[in-house]
């Protein structure tokens, strides 16, 4: 099974600042990477898939990058609906999936 | 864009048995797609339960679980309801959780979700 971990579990940033979340694999997991973003109360969002690439409706602030082992979501100017809790999930090895702890961004 | 609809009891005791159906509408289960469920316990993250692929060809339809939950696990599907069922025995505490249905593919993991439904297990 591919373990997927997140850091850190939550960050405290201020409205406008920019924040990178990690996400690391156990093993390789190729661009097989998504990202979700959750509000409480909500179902998960896309963000990002394969990944780097932008869902449909996602905002450029959102920026993925990374392949292998090592991932990260970058958030530039965050605005007050980004405050949320933010998940990666591997699908490497389709269609069993993994996702990470998930990183909560809060308002600082 | 398709529907889909969890339901199902929602309070449970412990060892009994958790059935959740999820009814979709606007697209058929066995025209392509993985549909499954998804998990997540109160304040916590998210854990794939199990998918399913139901292909025009009987070679390609296969059943695939989650090995931590495996040895309770059975999802099974409805072709002339459109609809499929998970269902989990001897749950306990730890099953509780908010239990999603989903549907994805190999470029978008999880592309369509239920509302999610709150299953608690108590005694």
């Known amino acids: 099974e591919i373990v997927m971990t997140q850091s850190p579990a939550t960050l405290s940033v201020s409205p406008g600042e920019g924040v990178t979340l990690s996400c690391r694999a156990s093993q390789s997991v190729g661009s097989n990477l998504a990202w979700y973003q959750q509000k409480p109360g909500q179902v998960p969002r896309l963000l990002i898939y394969g990944s780097s690439t932008w869902a449909a409706g996602v905002p450029v602030r959102f920026r993925g990058s990374g392949s292998g082992t090592e991932f990260t979501l970058t958030i530039s100017s965050l605005q007050s609906e980004d405050f949320a809790v933010y998940y990666c999930l591997q699908y490497d090895d389709w269609p069993l999936l993994s996702f990470g702890g998930g990183t909560k961004v809060e308002i600082k | 864009q398709e529907q889909l609809q969890e339901s199902g009891p929602r309070l449970l005791k412990p060892s009994e048995t958790l059935s959740l159906t999820c009814a979709v509408s606007?697209?058929?289960?066995?025209?392509?797609?993985?549909w499954g469920w998804i998990r997540q316990s109160p304040g916590k993250g998210l854990q794939w339960i199990g998918s399913f692929y139901h292909g025009s060809f009987l070679q390609s339809r296969n059943t695939y679980y989650n090995p931590s939950l495996k040895s309770r696990l059975t999802i099974s599907i409805d072709t002339s309801e459109n609809q499929f069922s998970l269902k989990l025995t001897s749950v306990t505490a730890a099953d509780t959780a908010v239990y999603y249905c989903?549907?994805?593919?190999?470029?978008?993991?999880?592309?369509?979700w239920g509302q999610g439904t709150l299953v608690i297990v108590s005694s």
């Open positions: 606007d697209y058929s289960i066995t025209s392509g797609y993985y």
């Open positions: 989903m549907r994805g593919d190999p470029v978008i993991p999880v592309a369509g």
